[in-house]
């Protein structure tokens, strides 16, 4: 079975310019997550969405990051104006979920790393 | 806030060491437990996994015991091998209906021959 897809894999950018990930989740999952990876700050939520809505964007650090879901089976993470230090990397997530389940299993892509100049 | 908390690295160590990496946690309520793995260059697996006080969780030789007591979800393996060098996240969901990851930092391992 195909895990979650992300693109691109790699990416490198000029500050200023826009730049969108993308994302395709495990086919039958309902939840899909954004987190991004530093070295400085770990790994932190930016956002999760719940049959395609957004449920809590708190982690989304500024106006400049913007994340959509139009379908089940697609998500992008928008950043205009990117500046430097959003450079890391930018994983997606998804998970099926009930509200009675305990512990389930978050699936990862392999993420997108981003480098911005 | 939940938080967990992992001992800092990097570890190194022989091949066929034992392994043990620590982590406590705190949350309100009942949370499940996780240690995801991610090798140089790729996105994080699921290792192991416990959802209750006393549940084990195990794959690959790795083995980690959920205390409620200690709020502790410490890692171990009895002999750890070269492949086994990555860096091992500990996380904790908090509770049914909760699907957000609470990540530690996160421990490199190195194993060398």
């Known amino acids: 079975d195909a895990g979650v897809i992300q693109s691109p894999r790699h990416e490198v950018t000029e500050m200023g310019q826009e730049v969108t990930l993308r994302c395709k989740p495990i086919?039958?999952?309902?939840?899909l997550f954004w987190y991004r990876q530093t070295m400085m700050r770990g790994l932190e939520l930016l956002i999760y969405?719940?049959?395609?809505?957004?449920?809590?964007d708190s982690g989304m650090p500024e106006d400049r990051f913007s994340a959509k879901m139009p379908n089940a089976s697609f998500s992008t993470l928008k950043i205009q104006p990117s500046e430097p230090r959003d450079s890391a990397v930018y994983f997606c997530?998804?998970?099926?979920?009930?509200?009675?389940?305990?512990?389930?299993?978050?699936?990862f892509g392999e993420g997108s790393w981003l480098t911005v100049v | 806030g939940d938080s967990v908390t992992q001992m800092e690295g990097p570890v190194t160590l022989s091949e066929e060491a034992f392994l043990t990496i620590n982590c406590t946690y705190t949350?309100?309520?009942?949370?499940?437990l996780f240690w995801y793995v991610q090798y140089p260059g790729e996105g994080l697996q699921l290792l192991l996994k416990?959802?209750?006080?006393?549940d084990k969780g195990s794959n690959k030789g790795f083995e980690a015991t959920y205390r409620k007591e200690t709020t502790s979800f410490h890692l171990e393996k009895g002999s750890v091998q070269v492949s086994d060098s990555a860096v091992y996240f500990c996380?904790?969901?908090?509770?049914?209906?909760?699907?957000?990851?609470?990540f530690g930092k996160g421990t490199k391992l190195s194993v060398i021959p």
């Open positions: 416990a959802t209750k006080a006393d």
């Open positions: 949350a309100t309520g009942y949370p499940s």
């Open positions: 996380a904790l969901s908090a509770g049914a209906g909760s699907y957000q990851l609470t």
């Open positions: 969405f719940n049959n395609n809505v957004p449920i809590d």
């Open positions: 086919s039958g999952h309902d939840y």
């Open positions: 997530a998804s998970s099926h979920g009930s509200g009675r389940t305990y512990g389930n299993t978050i699936y």
